[in-house]
Every structure is written in C-alpha cells, then in structure tokens.
C-alpha cells in the first residue's frame, strides 16, 4: 500500500489510503474517516509512533526496536563502502510496484 502517492514532494499530513485516517507530520491523528461517530475515540491514543532513523551513504535504516543495537561501528563501515557509489546524484532509472516475493524474483531474474 501507498502512503505517498507522488514520486517525490512534501506533505503536511500524512493519509493512510485505506483507511483514511489522517497524521500530522508530527504523528499525532488528526481525523480518522467515520470512525469516531460517537465521538468517544481519544485521538491521543492512535498516533503514529517514533521510531529511530540514520542515513548512511544515501540509505536510511530504520530501527523499530525498543532499545537500539549500536550502530556506529556498522554506519561507518558502510559509509566508507557506500561512498564511492555516489548515492546522493542517483536518480530513478526504473520504478516499479512489486506485489509479493515472486514477482521481486522474477524481476531479479529478468536483469541482463
């Protein structure tokens, strides 16, 4: 599922195209499309959660944990590996919608 419908670009709030319920960019839930007819829903308790992010040479990793592994000695590994590979002037050669593990495979495999 898509939660930004654009290549690229800025939002100010973020939509869930399934459900329709709407964040702020803060994470906090601003409107949540019919659920809360009865107007007993404390939006406080659905917003999105923090999670921890690094950029490393171009990548962002993402750590969903509780309490995070040390990633220093990692990140600078990878930086100096990842450097030369000149990320940040990448562009999108080819953007493609995979549904599932077999379809990713077969695109695999259909690299010359």
């Known amino acids: 599922m898509k939660v930004c419908q654009a290549q690229s670009g800025h939002v100010t709030r973020i939509v869930c195209p399934y459900h329709q319920w709407s964040y702020a960019r803060s994470g906090e839930l601003m409107a949540c499309g ?58 999108v050669a080819l953007g493609a919608e995979l549904r599932g593990a077999r379809e990713l495979e077969a695109r695999l495999g259909e690299q010359p």
Not at 35 to 49: I, N, P, S, V, W
Not at 69 to 85: V, W
């Open 34 to 91: 019919g659920m809360d007819m009865d107007g007993d829903l404390d939006r406080r308790d659905f917003g999105l959660h923090r999670v921890l992010t690094r950029e490393v040479g171009g990548l962002i990793f993402v750590w969903l944990g509780e309490d995070p592994t040390p990633f220093d000695d990692a990140a600078q590994a990878l930086g100096a590996l990842l450097r030369p590979q000149g990320l940040a002037r990448a562009k």
